[in-house]
Nanobody
Framework: QVQLVESGGGSVQAGGSLRLSCTVS????????LGWFRQVPSGNEREGVA????????AYANAVKGRFTISKDNADNTLYLHMYELQPEDTATYYC??????????????WGQGTQVTVSS
C-alpha cells in the first residue's frame, strides 16, 4: 500500500525558512514523478508548487521560483521542499504527491495528509 507522510511544517516569521519532508513507503519512488502542492482554506484547488522528475529535473511555480528547492533522496525514499524567504502568502497546507508520470494528475495521484505552514508578517 502506497503511503506518503509529510512533516516539517510550522510557524515562522516572514523571511524565515523551513524544510518539508515527505517519506514514501509501499513502493520505490525513484521512477515516479513527485511534487509538492499547497492549498489555502479558501482555495478550491491545490496549487502546484514544485515537481521533480525521475531524472532529477525540477520545475517550479513562478510564485516560488528562486525561493524554494525541491529535492529527493531515492535511497531513503524521501522527498524534500526547502523553503527560503518565506512570505505570508506562502501560508497554506502543503501536500506531497506522486504519480507514475509528469505532470502529476491531481485526481489520480497518491497524496499525503498535508502539513501546515504559517508565515507571519
Amino acid at each position: 500500500q502506497v503511503q506518503l507522510v509529510e512533516s516539517g511544517g510550522g510557524s515562522v516569521q516572514a523571511g524565515g525558512s523551513l524544510r518539508l519532508s515527505c517519506t514514501v513507503s509501499g513502493y520505490d519512488m525513484k521512477r515516479d514523478c513527485l511534487g509538492w502542492f499547497r492549498q489555502v482554506p479558501s482555495g478550491n484547488e491545490r496549487e502546484g508548487v514544485a515537481q521533480i522528475k525521475p531524472d532529477g529535473t525540477a520545475a517550479y511555480a513562478n510564485a516560488v521560483k528562486g525561493r524554494f528547492t525541491i529535492s529527493k533522496d531515492n535511497a531513503d525514499n524521501t522527498l524534500y521542499l526547502h523553503m527560503y524567504e518565506l512570505q505570508p502568502e506562502d501560508t497554506a497546507t502543503y501536500y506531497c504527491a506522486r504519480y507514475h508520470t509528469c505532470p502529476i494528475i491531481r485526481s489520480r495521484a497518491d497524496w499525503g495528509q498535508g502539513t501546515q505552514v504559517t508565515v507571519s508578517s
